[in-house]
């Protein structure tokens, strides 16, 4: 029998757990599925292999497919198709040691903008902060925005992005090179075991509920590979239900992930951040439901916000209209 061979782009993140608990398990073979799950080092990569059809689909960053679709960080566009979330939470913000003491020395009614702005007008900060997201157009963009807003922070003016890969986020903290990051796991743990930084929030506290992680393809390859991809999402949202099932299958796909293919780290690290929990909810939670029946209190602050980035919102009503389409439900 021949199966349907699909090439589907992963980063090394415990967040591509479902992806991979699909592979081990056989519900992508038993779904009639050939399925290569293939290791990129940035998402920009993933985003180019994947528009130029290298991929068929990919585990992308809920924001990207609307930065694509509206031709944002130089791309050419392209119409987008996100069937499926995979999960829901899961980043953090870790900060330096020594962010973390200027945090932690902050006196009633004092904030983290003011002080910031204090060291450089003294010289003691002279390029201010400067913190680290995994890209542009990402949910760690979007929560790092409302982590500085949140401290009298502001983003466009107290602050410098830097776009660093997950995989390098803990050593560009240990250089210096940056003074805190927002990155899924294992690297926040990475960089608290090392004694480097600290982590300070987390998607639970910035952005409850948020879709992180999403299975995502052109509009181009989605209607003409329609029950393909009905198949895949199938063994994807099986795989979701598996998860979250108990800690003992979370703890088996911990073992799966940490193999050189995929995160590459100790298991016991990724164990460690399927299993944590923030005030009693988990850290991550693998979902496997569709965007599209969200209501749009839930859809719309996503698109917004991405938009925001750009500081343009002069075509915001068609944006929206347009970026609602992308999130569909493939067994429709």
């Not at 010289?123 to 995994?134: D, K, N, R, S």
């Not at 992680?213 to 795989?239: E, M, R, S, Y």
């Not at 916000?305 to 009503?317: H, M, N």
């Amino acid at each position: 029998m021949s199966r349907f061979l699909m090439n589907v782009g992963v980063l090394a993140l415990t967040d591509s757990a479902p992806l991979v608990a699909a592979q081990r398990l056989e519900f992508f073979h038993k779904a009639g599925l050939d399925v290569h799950l293939l290791k990129q080092t940035s998402w920009a990569t993933l985003r180019d292999k994947l528009i130029v059809g290298e991929l068929q689909v990919a585990q992308m960053l809920s924001p990207m497919p609307i930065a694509i679709q509206a031709g944002f960080g130089g791309c050419s566009k392209r119409l987008m198709k996100a069937p499926l979330v995979l999960n829901r939470g899961g980043n953090g913000i870790t900060v330096s040691t020594r962010l973390k003491s200027i945090l932690d020395s902050l006196g009633p009614g004092e904030t983290l903008g003011g002080r910031v702005r204090a060291l450089r007008l003294s010289g003691e900060m002279p390029e201010g902060l400067t913190l680290g997201t995994v890209f542009p157009f990402s949910m760690h963009t979007l929560l790092l925005r409302r982590w500085m807003r949140s401290h009298d922070l502001d983003p466009e003016v107290d602050v410098r992005l830097r776009v660093v890969p997950p995989v390098r986020t803990v050593e560009a903290l240990r250089s210096g090179l940056i003074d805190g990051f927002c990155v899924g796991e294992p690297y926040n743990s990475m960089a608290e075991e090392q004694g480097i930084g600290a982590m300070v929030s987390s998607s639970l506290a910035l952005w409850p509920n948020a879709p992180e992680k999403i299975v995502g393809c052109t509009a181009d390859w989605a209607l003409l590979n329609h029950a393909p991809l009905q198949a895949f999402c199938g063994a994807v949202k099986q795989a979701c239900h598996w998860l979250e099932q108990d800690d003992d299958n979370r703890r088996r796909a911990a073992v799966w992930l940490s193999e050189a293919d995929y995160v590459n780290v100790p298991s016991t690290l990724i164990e460690r951040a399927l299993l944590a929990t923030v005030n009693g909810q988990p850290f991550v939670r693998f979902d496997g439901g569709v965007l599209s029946s969200a209501p749009e209190d839930q859809l719309d602050p996503l698109i917004v916000e991405t938009f925001a980035i750009r500081g343009d919102d002069s075509a915001l009503a068609d944006d929206l209209h347009a970026a609602r389409k992308i999130f569909y439900n493939a067994s429709e």
